[in-house]
């Protein structure tokens, strides 16, 4: 088989490329093959298999309960689907915090048992022993940085972080901690624009923001928020493109109604 059928048409390598000619990336989640069959051939640069799967698929209010198990279930049902993007997959709250070992065992599951492309990790010099130790076994690491929800519980709030300079300083830190390592890419979420640009400008790896403004060199959104499913979180920096929740109940309440008068099915809607 050769190497171009084995790899998807977005790599690493290109997204590096992107960012050294100016070109913004693209990213979304997807937790399910119909989604990301869509969300695929519509273009987009990368798909996360994000733990906001515990959220948006699960119903639970953070992402910690979400397991690896899990996470691989979702994971599998996307690259079933993927033939152009690159699948980056979350290693889930409580895989990769402790033993370094135990982070290399769980990262090593998700890529055998998906063939997902990468995976992303919350956290900064906290974590470089495992991210380390992952990278040192071929598998690419996307860093997270900023707000990182599977710490939730230690900060009580998911408001805007590094306002203050002393946090500003150690997120600076923590990202070039992150390009030394050999991370392929950050995710800088809900942190200061000015911020977010400084890090993107300083780094050669690109930056991903999510309500980080628009000096990082691509976007991401969890797909259920831009499409409008899920109408309960609305912060300043998500723009919704469609209103799913809208069309969706209306399609619902339809066949309902033509269930219950008998207008569903009509003669050509049988055999
Ligand atoms: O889990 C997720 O969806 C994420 C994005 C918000 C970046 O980590």
């Known amino acids: 088989m050769s190497v171009e059928s084995t790899t998807r048409a977005v ?32 273009g987009i640069d990368v798909i996360l298999v994000g733990d906001s799967a515990a959220n948006v698929m699960a119903g639970y209010e953070t992402t910690l309960p979400i397991t690896l198990d899990q996470m691989i279930y979702h994971a599998r049902s996307v690259t ?48 470089l022993d495992s991210i380390k130790r992952i990278l040192s076994a071929g598998i690419p690491v996307m860093g997270h940085l900023g707000l990182t929800p599977q710490s939730i519980h230690k900060f009580g709030t998911y408001t805007v972080r590094a306002k203050e300079e002393a946090e500003a300083q150690r997120l600076l ?18 942190i200061p624009a000015t911020l977010a640009t400084r890090v993107s400008q300083e780094l050669s790896i690109p930056t991903i923001g999510i309500g980080a403004g628009a000096g990082t060199d691509g976007q991401v959104l969890v797909i259920h928020d831009m499409l409008g499913i899920n109408k309960g979180f609305s912060p300043r920096f998500l723009r919704r493109y469609a209103d799913l929740h809208e069309v969706m109940s209306d399609a619902v309440s339809r066949y309902i109604e033509d269930v219950k008068s008998g207008d569903f099915p009509n003669d050509k809607e049988q055999y």
Do not use: N, W
């Open 173 to 190: 830190h923590d990202a070039h901690l992150l390009e030394e390592a050999g991370c392929f890419s950050i995710v800088l979420e809900k």
């Open 80 to 127: 079933r689907a993927v033939k152009r993007a690159l699948v980056v997959v979350d290693m889930p709250f409580g895989t990769y915090q402790g033993d370094s070992q135990a982070a290399l065992d769980s990262a090593i599951r998700i890529m055998k048992e998906t063939e997902a492309d990468a995976v992303k990790m919350e956290g900064g010099e906290e974590i």
């Open 11 to 42: 790599t690493t390598l290109r997204l590096k490329e992107m960012k050294g000619r100016g070109e913004k990336i693209s990213m979304l989640t997807s937790y399910d093959f119909s989604m990301a069959t869509i969300v695929d051939a519509a």
